[in-house]
């Protein structure tokens, strides 16, 4: 069983940054791929980044590439999302997963609580 949290969420106006943090327990981190994914009112959850096992692979929705930077710290058992140039469309509730790598939420298996990010215009 692997334990997911996420910390970094706040309010920012647009055109500022945010990084987002995500901790997970145990010993087999490094065995998963890891994805952030958001979620806004009234909306399904979508895909934004994920890294792979060793970190070398990324990926990015293009609705955020160029604008956010995922990476993870195996050793440390942690990933982050840094955020910059954010717009008012990025407010949603976002969620680290961990699991197989992709774009879909069913292929992870552990989820974070969510942590709301909000731009105002």
């Known amino acids: 069983q692997v334990q997911v949290v996420e910390s970094g969420g706040g309010m920012v106006q647009a055109g500022g940054s945010l990084r987002l943090s995500c901790a997970a327990s145990g010993r087999t981190f490094s065995r998963y791929a890891m994805g952030w994914f958001r979620q806004a009112p009234g909306k399904e959850r979508e895909f934004v980044a994920y890294?792979?096992?060793?970190?070398?692979?990324?990926y990015y929705a293009d609705s955020v590439k160029g604008r956010f930077t995922i990476s993870r710290d195996n050793a440390q058992n942690t990933g982050s999302l840094q955020m910059k140039s954010l717009k008012p469309e990025d407010t949603a509730v976002y969620y680290c997963?961990?699991?197989?790598?992709?774009?879909?939420?069913?292929?992870?298996?552990?989820w974070g609580q969510g942590t709301q990010v909000t731009v105002s215009s």
């Open positions: 890294i792979s096992q060793s970190g070398a692979s990324t």
């Open positions: 997963a961990i699991g197989r790598i992709g774009v879909l939420p069913g292929e992870y298996d552990y």
